[in-house]
């Protein structure tokens, strides 16, 4: 042990630790000072930034050794506090710099070491800050964080104060459509919001730490497992595996179509008698420590008898393959699209037919927070587990039978999350505390270091698309086939749910009246597929926008232009067969038509041998909802202080408080009460009632809708003759009941059928994209200079969520279209290797239009937003590196080594 | 466990605790806000208190199933940071209302919460608000709390701004002399002051808790000690024994003199052949838990031999009592006083002869924060050891042989200790922390509740004194005889050393030419007598001070006056022989004599019969140093950022922080550097060098001419040969040393021989007190009205820490004279039954009367303060009461009943 005094924010404090121990985790497990954020571990994030002796550092990569006695650390506790925010704080509140916020501290602290430094720098030395010093941000895509720093220094030189840069409530009192910022921004920018390992930090003593014993190979037969060795090992409380499971083991894939081969039972919680993909669990070992547990999981042995291991979806479709889950073949779903005519007479007979063959890769969700949970008992007696999940009622259903619990003695708590985007949809977290917990009896936490949570954590799945229009001699699309592989990695969960997306939305946006095509869902041993934002689409688009890019090259036409003529007017269906609730893409493309053409012009105006500069257009849609007949439930209750809402309304970090919040306030507006007394209770299955998960942009309008259901019979009940409302006093006097379940159902929509076909969605989101890239033709690297997005996603609710979501759903897609990957499990192991965009990948000259059509089905007006801006942005940026260069990327991502080779085929 | 989510501090946070666990605990354990203290764990103390729901609770006792979901919390945290001080925190700082700081936060968090309902409370509002909720504090006898408060609330109002309230440096930039707050104050006012059990709630995953096995009787032979049933308990490391301890096992008492009769090894750090007391340790089980421990400890099974417990020095002195260490008398140590011509001729022949005997009690210290310590090795493989010990290199001596190991590989250092007064001189935690640390080569943590502090540290030790004097006609005493035994408990440590401090003090600030005495020092099985504040001098001045008033009474003349009459003059000598170094008495005297006059008049004014009121004075003396040639040593280093003063000034609470850098930034003038440039390095025995114990107001005068003297060093080092000084960058240029040694001893002393005769200190301090009592006739309570204190502590460092000295000093005096005691074993286990005063105890109208003679051995002119308030204020109280009733008080402490006997027995 080392003893240091050092200066923490100002005050003199003495620490003993271990001199191997980093200075992150001396500062939040044993200071308590948890706004010091870890996310990779490895300091590249920059999560954990702090200010040492003036100078920025990484505390998870600074031992204790290093750090010096006498020394002055400042953590983001020392920056500010809610009480008292530093401007850049305020400023991170007001641009909307914090979504999920775990990366918040790091940057802030950031921040203000270059502010300490240069309180007046441009916005290119702010993001040359940050890129120097690796700030990571998942969320935002940046822009709103150069925003936030430059206020921020406006303030600290002066030019502003506070008060003028603080958000302000419109004098009407009405917060929908404004700025506001999010109820949790304060607690995130100051440190004190609370993520998972922060909560852990602050578990009862006696609580035990897990650490999993994982399978090194891809696929295998378990011969043995020997945790003798382990059991010994300082510390240890027990080591558990398959056998200390009481109930199936298993987590339930909730197999959604009839036509599935599997049962959705293929998942197994500890692996029993197979390994299907690198990293499955096999046993858990329960120890007093972190340390302890990792030390003793090393000591487990696995005897194996290892499996060929497909790692991609031709090779598991293979002849010879076997069945990765015996019984159940590797192709083990297909989804047909038929509407309209048969296309191959068309096709035949169309004036042009273009095809070609799309791979949309592996994502990784690299979320800065890494995966987490806990679990214990409550006063109840019920599991109670604590998790990222944005399903907590959907979980509760995935795992039960699997853990051997009674439904009613389990209980799932979402803890704050720092970013899931969709992989959180995947209940294995949960599962594996929830085994512990009940094996022990004890109280317990599961912290996966980022390795494991790259590598143990599910991706979006892969697409092979193979894709053909054919066109009459204007250019309008009259056929199109399509047939598309899923590689959905070892277990079914929403596998054939996600073919189904290929149906809805490859060539989706169009007005195409003869569709034909076969999706399949694989069986792979590579990473399970999970859910990620705009699940589905991104795939579907890769393959239908560029498509339409060649098809325009190939008729001479302005790529923008053979859009226009062919989206969704009155009279269209899409391709599901459904008529689009509103129909905005010619406003959209309208509203874009003169950035692009500036676009077009500064290409050509730029453009040099060395740096050839390009400009891409795409177009997106999304439904938001479960398809066919999704619901939401919620409740709100009136009392002494205001109304209390009461919902499950799972936050990614895209602010689920802001949209409760909103929604809520514009449905009690009748009763004019301020923001702040409408509390929110949120995600816990013990006490808020199943609004659904968060996914498919589903939420504001779904639970959305329940809210305003909610609020109408509250103001129902409330109202007086004279149309006035009874106080919280009057109601009680009166015996009016104060508590109202507010519920909405999509019961105007049906799933798709065999065919495809349906009204799955009740309200869809449209946007069009536009990339202005340059590629330097020497290194074949693509920079996006320039993105602007045209978006109707109905009635604003937060103009900060929708803003932020678009920018960081960009960035995700610019992120896919030129580094992002998770293929190779020896080399894609950490942010920096998968491709995790940072700073100075996104541009900052980001423009966002909004085109506002009320849509009927959502409350207010609003659609949803989250996925809009993933569907397609990496499918602009493609085709701006072919209008750049000639070179049509038709596998993503798009590395320079990919570029450059195409450039020389293209000489 | 239960979860709940709660609002602390204004963000909203989710916590899962054992039901039964305190909030207290979480916040601090789990949550990591140890700025809520735990002090008695009872409610008795209000360190702990917190707002909840706008009300104001004790988190101690509030059980965390009490808690609500949904309810807000404000800890000390949210009331104010460093940075952004609320007004009460601020003001707290002001007005020195932070001396150990224990006691701050709880005090603040409730004036806040009074604050909340009356922004303009009266003083006597703010004590009765204080009273009410039972905030307790020792060291500042609570007035300028209640300062601090009316200022905080002006600054609420707009009255005043922080600004105005703040402390601003003086424009010639002295600090020396003013109200300058002490560094650690704003730690200490926010709660980040991290004491000793703060440290241990963020020591390593790892760390051990220990739980003591202790006697449940006073005098017992061991003759078992069966661990093994609680080596089988949950969580438990190791049962530790005498048998584990690798040295002696003793804790060397020092003996101080030749003739003591005891060799000093009597005290066993882990009893092996007998129980001498109450609460002896007898093994220490080390856990994963605290709760752990303590289970596992009740399960140690001691069998013992009952032997007669002496339970005070007359019973340990009886013919037939076995002595309590074999081989060593009972009585074990004599001192004689003989000064002038032998006092049994001048007695027959004086005209007036007084004699009395009198008994002051076993004082309990009462600190807010319990006895708390910890161990660890550190980089070096040094055994270091972390407490409240107020001595380090001392205690390193005292345990080192007994821990058994080489003295360079142990390490003691000081945490920041929440009140000592003294107790802390013992280094039993020290011990028992060590041997469990190298029983088990782990980091370990020992925390005494409550019970344990108060019956398992040392206590002051009573007197049985009897006092004559003789006077001639005008009242001058020509001669004092005085037999004092010393009941020290039944470990030797400094017993003989006391033992001379009744030679010195009994009859001490009068010149009285002829002396004869004897003092014994009492092996007893009560709480060993340890030290505190003024040690040996209330009980001296308990008989001098009251035997002066009874020689006024039988000579009929003020009791002021006689006393004017008799106090040192030139020409006059100290008990000891010792010619004073000022004659401060008659100055003070005469300066306190207009407020004397006034308070006898006002006493015959407005006494009633029910309500009789009187008032009593009383002087005291103390001098400043161990007996003899005390010494000290510091190093100053001149830094590229100033100077860094590296010393041992162990804090009580006193103010050491201030007292180093008072007398630094002086002896640095020259160089014209700001406070905060003074970097304080102290009190770790690895790095800081010998400055002595902070003990009988030593430290002021020894390091304090030790900081002197390395400043003059390093000045002349500096000094250019046209005066100027050089900088950093030049003296390193130039290849001068930076750092200095500075070093002082007080040359001129010499300890007192056999008779008691000696030159024992360089400085003395001098004081007179003034009591103004009520004494409820009906039920024989006294109240202290109003108290002045005329005092002479040289020139004064910083006026904030005398101040709050000397009301804190006199605040403990008031308690001695009126409710605290140790006595029953049974009772005497807690704050309030020990008879801690709370504010409406101690007088709110409280005047200070400075001398400020310049002492020649004092740096700058500075005595030492902190016993001087502590040597007589008791008899003053006493004196008073009689005044107003008649009745003499001879055995402390006034309780009501006694007053009542004494009241019936007068009519």
């Not at 029993?272 to 999981?297: L, M, P, Y």
């Not at 979006?460 to 054919?470: E, H, T, V």
Request: charged share 20%.
């Amino acid at each position: 042990m080392i003893k240091r005094t050092i200066n923490l924010n100002g005050i003199n404090k003495t620490v003993v630790a271990d001199p191997e121990a980093t200075l992150a985790d001396v500062v939040r497990a044993q200071l308590g000072l948890t706004g010091t954020k870890v996310g990779c571990g490895k300091g590249q994030c920059g999560s954990c930034s702090v200010i040492m002796d003036g100078k920025l550092v990484k505390s998870c990569i600074t031992k204790m050794k290093r750090v010096q006695d006498g020394s002055s650390i400042v953590t983001i506790e020392g920056v500010g506090t809610p009480d008292n925010l530093h401007p850049l704080q305020l400023s991170w509140t007001v641009h909307g710099g914090a979504q999920c916020g775990f990366c918040s501290p790091g940057f802030i602290v950031s921040a203000k070491a270059l502010l300490d430094e240069n309180t007046n720098p441009t916005r290119e030395q702010v993001r040359d800050w940050f890129q120097k010093n690796r700030n990571a941000c998942r969320c935002t895509g940046y822009k709103p964080i150069v925003d936030a720093v430059m206020d921020a220094a406006k303030v600290i030189r002066g030019e502003m104060t506070a008060q003028q840069l603080a958000y302000k409530i419109p004098a009407d009192g009405r917060i929908w459509g404004t700025s506001c910022p999010r109820p949790s921004a304060v607690a995130k920018v100051t440190g004190t919001c609370d993520y998972g390992a922060d909560v852990i930090c602050k578990m009862p003593a006696g609580t035990l730490h897990l650490a999993l014993v994982q399978a090194k190979v891809s696929h295998a037969k378990i011969l043995s497992i020997d945790t003798s060795e382990a059991e010994k090992m300082p510390g240890v409380e027990k080591v558990i595996t398959h056998r200390d499971v009481k109930g199936k083991n298993r987590i339930s894939g909730l197999i959604t179509f009839p036509t599935n081969k599997g049962d959705g039972w293929d998942r197994p919680i500890l692996c029993d008698e197979k390994v299907f993909q690198f990293g499955d669990a096999i046993a858990i070992v329960a120890a007093d420590t972190e340390t302890n547990a990792r030390a003793a999981a090393d000591k487990v042995k696995i005897g194996l008898e290892e499996l060929p291991a497909y790692m991609s979806a031709p090779a598991a479709m293979a002849d010879d393959a076997i069945e990765i889950h015996p019984g159940t073949p590797n192709v083990y779903y297909e989804q047909k699209r038929a509407k309209g005519a048969d296309t191959k007479d068309l096709m035949a007979s169309a004036a042009y037919v273009v095809e070609g063959d799309y791979y949309l890769q592996r994502q990784p969700h690299l979320t800065i927070e890494p995966d987490v949970g806990f679990a214990y008992f409550d006063e109840e007696g019920r599991l109670t587990i604590h998790s990222k999940s944005i399903g907590i009622h959907l979980h509760h259903a995935m795992i039960c039978a699997g853990l051997g619990t009674e439904p009613e003695k389990l209980r799932v708590v979402q803890n704050p999350a720092g970013g899931t985007f969709g992989y959180k949809f995947s209940p294995t977290m949960e599962a594996l505390v929830g085994v512990a917990a009940l094996a022990t009896g004890k109280p317990v936490a599961l912290k996966y270091d980022y390795f494991q949570h790259i590598t143990y954590t599910g991706k979006r799945s892969p697409f092979f698309i193979k894709l053909k229009y054919g066109a009459d001699k204007d250019g309008k699309i009259i056929a199109m086939e399509s047939d598309w592989i899923v590689d959905h990695g070892p277990y079914s969960e929403f596998g054939d749910l996600l073919t189904v997306r290929g149906a809805q939305f490859i060539g989706a946006g169009y007005g195409i009246p003869n569709i034909r095509g076969l999706g399949r869902t694989v069986c792979t041993n590579h990473a399970w597929g999970s859910a990620f934002r705009s699940y589905g689409s991104p795939q579907s688009f890769l393959a239908s926008e560029s498509l339409m890019d060649e098809l325009a090259v190939k008729m001479g036409k302005d790529p923008l232009e053979l859009r226009y003529l062919n989206v969704y007017r009155p009279g269209d269906t899409t391709p599901t067969g459904q008529t689009p609730e509103v129909f905005s893409f010619p406003e959209l493309l309208d509203k874009l038509r003169p950035a692009y053409k500036a676009a077009v012009e500064r290409a050509k105006r730029e453009s040099t041998p060395e740096k050839k500069k390009g400009v891409g257009v795409s177009i997106g849609v999304y439904g938001c909802g479960l398809d066919g007949p999704d619901s939401s439930e919620v409740t709100l209750e009136l009392t002494p202080n205001g109304v209390v809402l009461t919902a499950s309304w799972e936050d990614h970090g895209q602010g689920a408080d802001s949209g409760a919040l909103g929604t809520c306030h514009e449905g009690m507006r009748p009763l004019g009460i301020a923001p702040d007394k409408i509390k929110l209770v949120m995600n816990d299955t013990a006490i808020t009632p199943n609004s659904g998960p968060s996914g498919g942009s589903r939420q504001q309008v779904m639970t959305g809708n329940a809210i305003k259901n909610g609020c109408d019979m509250l103001l129902n009940a409330m109202r007086k003759s004279d149309g006035k409302f009874r106080t919280y006093d009057e109601m009680k006097a009166e015996n009016i009941p104060l508590k109202y379940s507010g519920k909405w159902t999509a019961s105007m929509c049906t799933p798709c059928d065999e065919n495809g076909q349906g009204n799955p969605f009740a309200v869809y989101m449209y946007g069009a994209f536009l990339a202005e890239v340059a590629v330097d033709t020497t290194t074949g690297k693509t920079q996006v200079e320039k993105f602007t997005v045209a978006a109707d996603i109905g009635k604003i609710n937060n103009k900060l969520v929708v803003d932020g979501q678009i920018y960081g759903g960009v960035a995700q897609g610019i992120g896919l279209a030129l580094s992002e990957d998770f293929e190779d499990l020896k080399k894609h192991t950490s942010l920096i290797d998968c491709g995790l965009p940072f700073p100075k990948d996104i541009p900052d000259d980001f423009t966002i239009i909004y085109v506002e059509t009320p849509r009927e089905h959502g409350p207010f007006g609003a659609a949803g937003v989250g996925e809009l801006p993933s569907t397609s942005p990496h499918a602009a940026v493609a085709n701006a590196i072919f209008n750049a260069t000639g070179v049509r990327i038709r596998e993503l991502p798009a590395l320079p080594e990919k570029v450059l080779a195409g450039l020389k085929a293209v000489k």
